[in-house]
């Protein structure tokens, strides 16, 4: 939330570096050269979503016999859930310090949640946006109301008809005060199956020099996160390979 795909570019060439083509999307609204949101410029979880969407069958239709795998971040991981509640799922979703941001697991800072979710949606419907210096501001009035309905209420901004059951890696933040562990874990049972879903734990003893499991500034040194991403992609396709020769 808030950042633009620039921001990604060291975890671009982490993936690249380990043979993986990669493509970052755009973020709408926070892209440089782009309008940024506005009383005439609003969109919502569901458009940013469809961006997901089309990246995936773009992928597909360059090479059919290429896995594709969604990498989300936060906000990206619940856009990557909700690709693959759809028509078009990618073959696996991995997700990264993302949470279902309820009040209810965040202890003596709901109050701090509850107010802020409190004042983004009546000054978001009034002014047709959020203002900085709010949290995810410039926000989109739709999003950030969606996104503030969630604090409240713990439902997700779309449908979970049921739970995704294609190869998903949750990974969290070890001390990542955005996505605390037990809304990260309430992320998980409402939205994997149990037989679909990896998980692990970034612990702040495994970063390299100049790493952190910071929410946001993680990605600055990546190599960890991908290089897991990348053997636990390895073990799906062996333990499918294993299962076809049996």
Known sequence: ?????????????????KGWETRVLPRRGFERGEA??????DWSYGDETQVVEAAVVEARQEDPDRPVIVVGHSLGGHLGTAVQLG?????????????????????IR??????LAAIVK????????LRKPFFGAPGARTLMTEWADMILTGNMPFDVPKLV??????????????SIKPAVRHFERSSFAPS????????????????TTHHVHWVREPAPVVDYIVDWWAEQNATVEQSDFC
């Open 87 to 107: 028509e078009n799922p990618a073959d696996g979703l991995v997700t990264i310090g993302t949470s279902t941001p309820h009040y209810r697991y965040y202890g």
């Open 1 to 17: 939330m808030a950042v633009g795909s620039w921001f990604y570019a060291p975890l671009v060439s982490a993936f690249e570096n």
């Open 196 to 211: 679909a879903l990896t998980t692990w734990t970034y612990l702040k003893r495994d970063t390299p020099p100049g790493g």
């Open 110 to 115: 709901a109050v701090g949640l509850l107010v």
């Open 122 to 129: 009546p000054i978001a419907r009034r002014r047709g946006y």
């Open 36 to 41: 940024t949101a506005g009383p005439e410029h």
């Open 165 to 178: 059951d294609r190869p998903t890696l949750s990974i969290h933040l070890q001390k990542d005060s955005f």
